[in-house]
């Protein structure tokens, strides 16, 4: 182990190890920091969403610290393809677990003492086996890395008991460095983490949780088979998971699709183990497109090219939300999260709830569900409503990547339907559903509204001519309005609030906010129609390759690096070398096979070819071609920085609050306009500002203005951060 500043070897260093290792020219956020501290010899404790590249992070300071990386992984049935894509890139990797056969496990541990292991997977019971630290001690280990370490939380939904065992690592190894890895973005868990592996003044990095990547979009559940298949067929023949509430719910939709000649399997707990490990099995190795599973799938799923997930029915939190959809664009691509919501699903929610036994953790569930029905009812940007939730704030104005901030909109008077609705909820005495008060204003003929009368009411049909559909919509916006509320129990019942008597009463109008526009699908015209014939010919070769490895196709390359190749068509080993994801040794080992496609590709295609030839090499990264220009407004902001004028003497000028014309100045600068940061803001608090931000390790907001204490705020750090990155050259 090296403690020393002087061993550890300088960035560019590194940097040619990450070329050269992985094929990548850059790290993505944290990571750098991340391989640092480890190279040092610190504690670390890095937070990152998935996706994020947290595997990179140690492997990388695995390769170039001597000796071996112990790396703690929960899950034995992941252990192998770890290895596998680990050793495709020329890694010396390998793995113990209960799998292993006496002799295959002797023949491990005797490459380990031999020191000829870069990393080596291990499960976390193994640290209950005294002979295994004893036999540690021996060895050459560089430092302990923790997958998924919020599994040590007790009270955590991925609690695994084995575990707890982690906690002795620190006394039984005591000189050896522990780097942690999690993406769950709760605060009480990271600090749990941090006490149970007994860290020792760790570095703390902590990444932004937004995916810029993912899509959210939100549509009203009529029938929600038919528009799962109608979803998913616009992503024919691309990866995706279907979430449904229940087995049978999963049994439904598989068949359904099957039927609609889907390549869809079922996976819920129901299934027995051989069973659902082969339905995952086929789905990540890219023989079934969709998978269609309870919450039960999940953990195991390691797929990078998920392309979208469903959600058939509303999840129990914004938490299950962020990381059920989590699993989808892990390579980074565009990727698409649809939720099908409707209020009808929450009774069946409560009703789990109902029966828990401690009323303090039914209280909170209560409570995560009501945060998750108000995510998916309001007509509020998605993604600013999910980062608010784990406290962060999104810069700017406009998400570019969810249904609200894509669609267009318009403001419609409901004050008539509105008056309706609320008289009928007043008139059969606030003791019904949602869905009974819909039939009444509706004039259905139910057996309810016959026996309490209620086809006698004066609203009683007086809603026939709209759809029940548009009635529900119009009953979000009350609920929005806060003109009713619905109980928290087993059977909701709908009930009026003060305010509702101000609009029944005529003194008050109503309006909704209503999509105009279809929202546009982010991942339609993607790449390049001519490049996705070849992306399916370098598809199938990678299938191919992979079924006489015995190993998933994302070990080969990932989707990115096949899209690379699309885009850059390289025709030598070397061009091969400058695609994302081919390093040396994967170049060596498959560069030549695909070079043939590209090459053939290359002969067939000259028109093609000579087009994309004079256009910029690449795939156009979706989040740079999504990020807003300025607007004319923003510009007209640029123009009274550019004379030198201050943020208030801009906001005076312009009629804006500061905070518009910070947002504007963010634009402005991830744009490459320039400014000098001393006209906003005095330059010592900038310093201590940027101070913040490189200490922590972070470019997230939160965690700079709590460390503040008050000294600023998110508008003095939202400049800072947004001026750094321009210094840094991040703007486009
Ligand atoms: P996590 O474990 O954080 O969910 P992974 O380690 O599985 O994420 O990485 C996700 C994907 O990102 C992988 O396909 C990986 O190859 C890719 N990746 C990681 N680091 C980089 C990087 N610096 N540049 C490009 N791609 C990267
Ligand atoms: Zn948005």
């Known amino acids: 182990m090296s403690t020393t500043a002087e061993a550890v070897p300088a960035k560019e260093q590194v940097a040619a190890a990450l070329e050269r290792i992985f094929g990548f020219k850059n790290f993505r956020p944290g990571q750098e920091e991340v391989v640092r501290a480890i190279m040092t010899g610190q504690d670390t404790l890095a937070v990152m969403p998935t996706g994020g590249g947290k595997s990179l992070c140690y492997q990388l300071p695995a390769c170039l610290l001597p000796g071996t990386c112990i790396v703690v992984s929960p899950l034995i049935a992941l252990m192998k393809d770890q290895v596998d894509a680990a050793r495709s890139n020329g890694i010396r990797a390998s793995f113990l677990n209960s799998s292993l056969s006496a002799g295959e496990r002797n023949s491990v541990e005797r490459d380990l003492v031999d020191g000829k292991l870069d990393l080596l997977y291990i499960s976390p019971e193994r640290f209950a086996i005294d002979a295994f630290t004893e036999n540690l001690r021996q060895c050459s280990i560089s430092f302990a890395a923790i997958d998924e370490a919020h599994c040590i939380c007790a009270w955590g939904h991925d609690f695994r008991p084995d575990y707890l065992l982690l906690s002795s690592l620190k006394r039984k190894l005591p000189r050896i460095p522990v780097a942690a890895f999690t993406a769950s973005a709760n605060r009480t868990m990271r600090q749990d983490i941090v006490r149970q592996l007994v860290l020792h003044e760790p570095f703390l990095y902590c990444g932004s949780f937004n995916r810029e990547n993912l899509f959210y979009e939100v549509e009203p559940k009529e029938d929600a088979e038919r528009q799962i298949l109608s979803f998913v067929e616009k992503y024919k023949g691309e990866p995706g998971i279907v979430y449904r509430m229940t087995r049978e719910g999963v049994e439904n939709t598989t068949e359904f699709l099957q039927r609609e000649g ?134 700017g104005d406009n998400c570019g990547g969810c249904d609200v901030c894509t669609g267009s909109s318009e403001t419609v008077d409901i004050t008539r339907e509105a008056q309706i609705l609320l008289s009928a909820v007043f008139r059969t005495g606030e003791r019904f559903g949602m869905n009974h008060v819909i039939n009444v204003v509706r004039g259905a003929d139910t057996r309810q509204i016959r026996s309490c009368g209620h086809h006698t009411i004066k609203t009683y049909g007086a809603g026939r001519d709209l759809p029940k559909r548009r009635w529900r919509e119009i009953f979000e916006a009350l609920l929005a309005e806060e003109l009713c509320t619905v109980t928290v129990d087993a059977y909701p019942v709908v009930k009026l609030t003060k305010k509702a008597l101000t609009v029944l009463f005529g003194d008050r109008t109503v309006s909704i906010l209503q999509r105009t526009v279809p929202v546009r699908a982010v991942t339609a015209a993607r790449y390049g129609g001519a490049s996705n014939q070849l992306f399916e010919q370098l598809r199938t070769l990678r299938r191919q390759l992979a079924e006489e490895r015995g190993v998933p196709p994302y ?178």
């Open 262 to 395: 889907i390549s869809a399997l079922p996976y819920h707990a129901g299934l027995d183990d051989a069973a659902r490990s082969a339905n995952q099995e086929a789905f990540s190795r890219d023989k079934a497109d969709v998978v269609v599973a309870t919450i039960a799938f999940g953990m195991g799923i390691d797929k990078s090219n998920i392309r979208y997930v469903v959600h058939g029915d509303l999840p129990r939190s914004l938490e299950n939300y962020y990381q059920e959809t989590g699993r989808a664009g892990r390579d980074g691509d565009p990727a698409h999260c649809f939720l099908l919501f409707n209020r009808g699903d929450l009774p069946r929610l409560h009703y789990f709830i109902d029966r828990m036994e401690n009323e303090e953790i039914a209280r909170q569930h209560r409570i995560a569900l009501a945060d998750m029905a108000a995510f998916a009812a309001q007509y509020i940007c998605r993604r600013r409503t999910l980062l608010a939730h784990f406290g962060e704030i999104l810069p």
């Open 555 to 732: 070990v080969i390359f990932s989707d990115r690096t096949l899209h690379d190749m699309t885009g850059r068509l390289p025709s030598t080993p070397g061009a091969m070398l400058e695609v994302a994801g081919v390093g040396a040794v994967k170049l060596e080992q498959y560069g030549k096979r695909f070079l043939e496609v590209v090459l053939r590709y290359i002969d067939e295609h000259p028109d093609v070819v000579a087009e994309r030839r004079s256009a910029p090499a690449g795939a156009v990264s979706p989040a740079a071609a999504r990020k807003k220009r300025p607007g004319n407004s923003a510009l007209e902001t640029g123009k009274l920085a550019a004379q030198g004028l201050s943020l208030e003497k801009i906001a005076g000028e312009r009629g804006c609050t500061r905070g518009t014309i910070v947002t504007h100045l963010e634009t402005l600068f991830s744009h490459g306009h320039d400014y000098p940061i001393g006209q906003f803001i005095d330059e010592k608090l900038r310093d201590i500002i940027a101070g913040h931000f490189s200490r922590l390790g972070t470019t997230a907001l939160r965690p700079v203005v709590e460390a503040a204490q008050g000294e600023f705020g998110y508008e003095e750090a939202r400049l800072v951060r947004a001026w750094l990155q321009r210094q840094h050259g991040e703007g486009a």
